[in-house]
Antibody
Framework: QVQLVESGGGVVQPGGSLRLSCEAS????????MNWVRQAPGKGLEWVAAVWADGKRKDYANSVEGRFTVSRDISKKTLHLQMNSLRAEDSAVYYC???????????WGRGTQVTVSS | QSVLTQPPSVSAAPGQKVTISCSGS????????VSWYQHLPGAAPKLLIYENNKRPSGIPDRFSGSKSGTSATLAVTGLQTGDETDYYCGTWDNNLSAGVFGGGTKLTVL
């Protein structure tokens, strides 16, 4: 069955960096686009970034453009989110999700918590 | 402020019907499919509706979706206490080249 497991969250100071990972299993990883979605405390869902199935096209929310980089390693079936220049407002639970169509996410991970605080 | 607009809250009695609206524009809802998600605290969001009105396997037919122009609607009939949680609409925005979600609607079953 399809499984997505995020890791790499933690506490980091403002201006710092973190790299999140999402390990996939149960499907042909390279055949699907993958996304990151986050939820800050007390807030709603926010789409963060996507890497399309071709692996070449990548899109980002305006709020993270230039600071976050999404990538994937097909051989390891792993999606990454490199987060630099972190701000307090980046504190959230970060989910990875498999793309079945634009913002059609059938499968999600359980999420990993990122806290940006001094 | 979210690109897609949802009411912050809706409520109805058990067994009744409730609708949740999602308003957007030509660059998002007007030209793309809409999905709806149910998000229980501490859990991953669950896809309820995709391509405006289709239900994934395992989602009861109490949940239905529709779209007209630049707005979409989620309807929940036969309300149960277990339906009490947050609901989100989502789609792609062609101008932003980004995914967008509504701000979320808290459903209360009175």
């Amino acid at each position: 069955q399809v499984q997505l497991v995020e890791s790499g969250g933690g506490v980091v100071q403002p201006g710092g960096s973190l790299r999140l990972s999402c390990e996939a299993s149960g499907f042909t990883f390279g055949a699907y686009g993958m996304n990151w979605v986050r939820q800050a405390p007390g807030k709603g869902l926010e789409w963060v970034a996507a890497v399309w199935a071709d692996g070449k096209r990548k899109d980002y929310a305006n709020s993270v453009e230039g600071r976050f980089t999404v990538s994937r390693d097909i051989s390891k079936k792993t999606l990454h989110l490199q987060m630099n220049s972190l701000r307090a407002e980046d504190s959230a639970v970060y989910y990875c999700a498999r793309d079945e169509g634009l913002v059609r996410f059938q499968y999600w991970g359980r999420g990993t918590q990122v806290t940006v605080s001094s | 402020q979210s690109v897609l607009t949802q009411p912050p809250s809706v409520s109805a009695a058990p067994g009744q019907k409730v609708t949740i609206s999602c308003s957007g524009s030509d660059s998002n809802i007007g030209n793309n499919y809409v999905s709806w998600y149910q998000h229980l605290p501490g859990a991953a969001p669950k896809l309820l509706i995709y391509e405006n009105n289709k239900r994934p396997s395992g989602i009861p037919d109490r949940f239905s979706g529709s779209k007209s122009g630049t707005s979409a609607t989620l309807a929940v009939t036969g309300l149960q206490t277990g339906d009490e949680t947050d609901y989100y609409c989502g789609t792609w925005d062609n101008n932003l080249s980004a995914g967008v979600f509504g701000g979320g609607t808290k459903l209360t079953v009175l």
